[in-house]
T-cell receptor, first 115, second 112 residues
Framework: GESVGLHLPTLSVQEGDNSIINCAYS??????FIWYKQESGKGPQFIID?????DKRQGQRVTVLLNKTVKHLSLQIAATQPGDSAVYFC??????????????FGKGTKLSVIP | KAGVTQTPRYLIKTRGQQVTLSCSPI?????VSWYQQTPGQGLQFLFE???????NKGNFPGRFSGRQFSNSRSEMNVSTLELGDSALYLC???????????FGSGTRLTVV
């Protein structure tokens, strides 16, 4: 069935290193993807998004790459900091018709930053 | 500006009871979506409301319902609670849906 998933459930990185979190999606018709960060006790927080007409988008210390050929999405965090420790989700924004959309989330990757 | 406010933050209910959760969206946002988050199933879409109308519904039983008021505030209700309904319930608001979602901190529901 259609789904949005992540390759790794946990990722540990040294402070200052770069982090790469991956995501695979199966709905080739999807045209909008979002990365969220969720800290303990909080709701998902928007990090960065990308539309299917783009291959790459950069934010502050974050970059999202989209490979439509293999239906793969990745989030790169530069110079990872302890405050980056959280669970990261990719989400696919699907058109449900009648002007409505819904987010389909992957399972999440827990990023732990080692000081 | 104020974010998305969900109340209460925590709830403990007994099986068979019903519960109502509230979500106040960001001012000016007309779309409110609800999601259930559990360790096993992750984040799953419940429903979306726009201008007081349910525009979309996820794959949940009829025990899960919701509504939206004229000020865009939304409530969701779960009747005849089951142990498996224990979860973090999140709402997200956006201007008109489709982009720019902002999530609240959620309501943690525990069913005992």
């Amino acid at each position: 069935g259609e789904s949005v998933g992540l390759h790794l459930p946990t990722l540990s990185v040294q402070e200052g290193d770069n982090s790469i979190i991956n995501c695979a999606y199966s709905n080739s018709a999807s045209d909008y993807f979002i990365w969220y960060k969720q800290e303990s006790g909080k709701g998902p927080q928007f990090i960065i998004d990308i539309r299917s007409n783009m291959d790459k988008r950069q934010g502050q210390r974050v970059t999202v790459l989209l490979n439509k050929t293999v239906k793969h999405l990745s989030l790169q965090i530069a110079a990872t900091q302890p405050g980056d420790s959280a669970v990261y989700f990719c989400a696919e924004n699907r058109d449900s018709g009648a002007g409505s959309y819904q987010l389909t989330f992957g399972k999440g990757t827990k990023l732990s930053v080692i000081p | 500006k104020a974010g998305v406010t969900q109340t209460p933050r925590y709830l403990i209910k007994t099986r068979g009871q019903q519960v109502t959760l509230s979500c106040s969206p960001i001012s000016g946002h007309r779309s409110v979506s609800w999601y259930q988050q559990t360790p096993g199933q992750g984040l799953q879409f419940l429903f979306e409301y726009f201008s007081e109308t349910q525009r979309n519904k996820g794959n949940f039983p009829g025990r899960f319902s919701g509504r939206q008021f004229s000020n865009s505030r939304s409530e969701m209700n779960v009747s005849t609670l089951e142990l498996g309904d224990s979860a973090l319930y999140l709402c997200a608001s956006s201007l008109e849906g489709g982009t720019g979602y902002t999530f609240g901190s959620g309501t943690r529901l525990t069913v005992v």
